[in-house]
């Protein structure tokens, strides 16, 4: 019989470790990406973000982060998570194929002074690339936040993005990190414009 509390214990041991594996070495791609978000939003910029299913419940968790408030009360910032319109998002899918659904919506709302974070637990995502694609003819700056080797998606960076990557198998380890990444930046974000 398999212990099933020995089970549980297990997905926290290995979250933890996971964590504490990859912590110092994003640490440096998250500073400069929470720099890069933070400069984007205080120059009149805004942000936008894209993901398929866990990763498009991460992109609206951060929207709400910046919009909202984090753990300090300030001004909302500019943030658009590309995945909350469903009617929009099924236009697009229906009249064209699904792999636009970001790319379009980045072409019509994304200015060179915003930014996109992308996000993908495989880097794999064809519509999330297709919206990395998007960004650069629009002349944004990209943040990837993805897992394993990136994928397709660290492959269609420009030398000017940001890749933070959790170098791990696992898609719920990788998600789970990936929240703690979006944290971070949210924390970094405020503490660029409100100090301790």
């Known amino acids: 019989m398999i212990d099933i509390q020995a089970r549980?214990?297990?997905h926290f041991q290995d979250s933890a470790e996971l964590k504490?594996?990859?912590m110092h070495e994003l640490a440096e791609p998250i500073a400069d990406a929470a720099q890069l978000f933070f400069d984007c939003v205080a120059n009149d910029g805004k942000i936008l973000v894209c993901g398929n299913g866990g990763s498009a419940a991460d992109a609206q968790h951060f929207a709400a982060e910046l919009i909202n408030r984090f753990e300090k009360e300030r001004p909302?910032?500019?943030?658009?998570a590309l995945t909350t319109d469903s009617s929009v998002l099924t236009s697009i899918a229906n009249d064209y194929d699904y792999q636009q659904i970001f790319s379009k919506q980045v072409r019509a709302l994304g200015l060179p002074r915003d930014t996109l974070l992308a996000i993908s637990t495989s880097g794999n995502s064809p519509s999330v690339v297709a919206a990395i694609q998007a960004a650069h003819e629009r002349n944004m700056r990209v943040v990837v936040l993805t897992g394993r080797d990136g994928g397709a998606m660290a492959q269609a960076m420009r030398s000017?993005?940001?890749l933070i990557c959790i170098n791990a198998k696992s898609t719920a380890r990788i998600q789970e990190t990936h929240l703690v990444c979006l944290h971070g930046l949210c924390d970094i974000i405020d503490y660029?414009?409100?100090g301790e």
Request: glycine share 6%; with cysteine.
């Open 8 to 10: 549980i214990v297990k």
């Open 20 to 22: 504490l594996q990859v």
């Open 76 to 80: 909302g910032l500019a943030c658009i």
């Open 160 to 162: 000017n993005d940001i």
């Open 192 to 194: 660029h414009l409100l």
